[in-house]
């Protein structure tokens, strides 16, 4: 891929009040792919999203999306601007319906990529539950919402943290299953994941972080070969 682009991150430095969590980490994520972003508990992957997304606003360097510099803008300018962010703990509405939930997705704009019917009909587990509430709804299940509630919003670029933590194999499975599907509509996708397998069934590309640093980059293929990148870093064997 020769083309710009769409997501620059340019030597960003984030901290929670006086602890610097990220130390100039730089990464980019061109249209249509899905990049990787691994590390161990700590090295800052949640923090590189949530910096992406608004939520935190980094001390130094810059982050472009589609050419402009989006680096202090608040988190709900940046979610207009096509950038969903789907936390680890998915920020459910618990008291309302599925449907509801996925309402609220498409609230504030008409530009989603999905409508809630279209969303519904590709996820046949969400049709038959659409008047349970969330909070009555499997970890597997509560996923496939957050990132249905995503994509019937403005989503150019989808930020996802954590998406299989803590589900059983076959949820896994079927959240994979859900991730190529967007990549198959040419959604990029920023992927956050400890779950080293996930990232190399799904991903193009990949990112190595340590202790808020970027230690590696490289294509899905490379790391899955380089034994001594999973094991200082990531804490696996080879695979």
Do not use: C
Not at 13 to 25: F, H, I, N
Not at 59 to 65: A, D, L, V
């Amino acid at each position: 891929m020769t083309a710009e682009p769409i997501l620059s991150v340019d030597e960003i430095s984030s901290s929670y009040g006086s602890g610097l969590v990220l130390r100039g980490a730089s990464l980019n994520v061109r249209d249509g792919e899905v990049v990787g972003l691994l590390g161990r508990n700590g090295a800052g992957k949640t923090t590189t999203l949530r910096s992406i997304a608004g939520v935190l606003t980094p001390r130094e360097g810059t982050i472009k999306f589609e050419g402009a510099d989006i680096t202090d803008r608040p988190d709900y300018e940046i979610s207009t601007r096509g950038i969903s962010f789907v936390p680890e703990e998915r920020a459910m509405f618990p008291d309302l319906t599925v449907h509801e939930n996925l309402q609220m997705g498409a609230i504030e704009d008409n530009g989603g990529i999905m409508t809630i019917d279209e969303i519904l009909d590709w996820m046949p587990r969400l049709a038959e539950r659409q008047s349970l509430k969330a909070s009555k709804l499997s970890g597997g299940e509560q996923q496939m919402l957050a990132i249905g509630r995503a994509l019937v919003s403005k989503t150019d670029l989808l930020l996802l943290d954590e998406p299989t933590e803590g589900l059983a194999p076959q949820i896994v499975q079927d959240v994979i299953e859900t991730i190529e599907s967007i990549k198959q509509r040419g959604i990029p996708i920023l992927l956050v994941e400890q779950n080293l397998n996930t990232v190399l069934e799904v991903a193009d590309r990949v990112y190595v972080l340590d202790q808020g640093k970027i230690v590696y980059e490289g294509s899905v293929d490379e790391l899955e070969a380089d034994d001594s990148v999973q094991e200082q870093y990531l804490g696996v064997g080879g695979t």
